[in-house]
């Protein structure tokens, strides 16, 4: 009769384990798995490595606040070096083999463009951290795709805004060959017209390029009043050190691709002067108090500070940020279903980001205006407002 009874509270002792586990991982615990593709290493690290501290910073943050309605996030992050090929093939893995509901990134256009291919056809959200408006337009081919950064062509509209304002007509142009080059300066020859520019010179360098002063020997030559240098990594802050050596007189202007500290350290004394659209984050101790975006990006500014000993925040770090948050709201809304979180995402409204205010509609996946965007210039290794 012991026996039996010992027997019969076994029993009953392991129907409690095994009840207990099931309801461990059950569907309330279930991760959401969000994929990430950022250029970590390589030319564009100082785009991709801020956006996966950024990534990674948050993703800590929501789990140990309880995860999304007891779900918690599983960041599963690659590195596409900046390459398109290595883009792609991570999109695949993290559509196939990691069951991700969405995907944050890539870093920079090319691989971007390459990325959203394969998102489209999977029907999975993408939330891009580059530049080109092409990333999200047409709205009708991009009905998945979705990004943070500011566009290309809200970056040439307050270039061309800063060069009227200040009574500079004539420009030459310095752009790099890459996809982000290509559509920058598309929109510089575009927009030319309507703010009575006229583009005197045209020169293109490759992104690896090591010496510019071909190109801008000729430059030197024409009537120009101002140069635009478009383009990310190391080869903007060579051409400004080139322009230095030549003995330019004359401003460089160039993209928001620099508004980084890391591009200041690569410039060095050759980056003094320089004029650049860039994010608010870029001078947000510089705000009015009255500008709603000042505690976002300090609140932004403080915690990635913290939890990276003082490392230097940037723009490319605050598009992820404003990524994950938005999509944290979406699977608040939604739940893993990504049809349902791409409508929750196309839903936003009045996020004020550290990247500026987002409203997206269906016929908008970017939800920003040229107002997210400031003019800055360096002046003794940092950004100072000057519109």
Known sequence: MRSRAIAAILVFLLGVMLFTAGCAKGPGTEPYVVGGIFSITGPASYLGEPERNTMEMLVEAINAAGGIKGHPLKAVIYDDEGDVTKARLHAEKLITKDGAVAIIGPSITPASMTVLEITQKAQMPLISCAAAAGITMPVKDRFWTFKTAQTDQMAVERIYQYCKKNGISKVALITVSSAFGVAGKAQLLAQAPQYGMEIVGQEVFADKDTDMTPQLTKIRSLPAQAVICWGVGPAPALVAKNMKQLGFTIPLIQSHGAASQKFIELAGDAGDGIILPAGKLAVFAQLPDTDPQKAVCKEYADKYQAKFKGAPVSSFGGYAYDAMKMLTQ????????????????????????????????????????PAAFVMVKIEKGHFKLID
């Open 330 to 369: 979406a699977l608040d809304q939604a739940g893993k279903d990504k049809a349902k979180i791409r409508t929750a995402l196309e839903g936003v409204k009045n996020y004020v980001g550290v990247s500026g205010v987002f409203n997206m509609t269906p016929a908008d996946h970017n939800g920003l205006t």
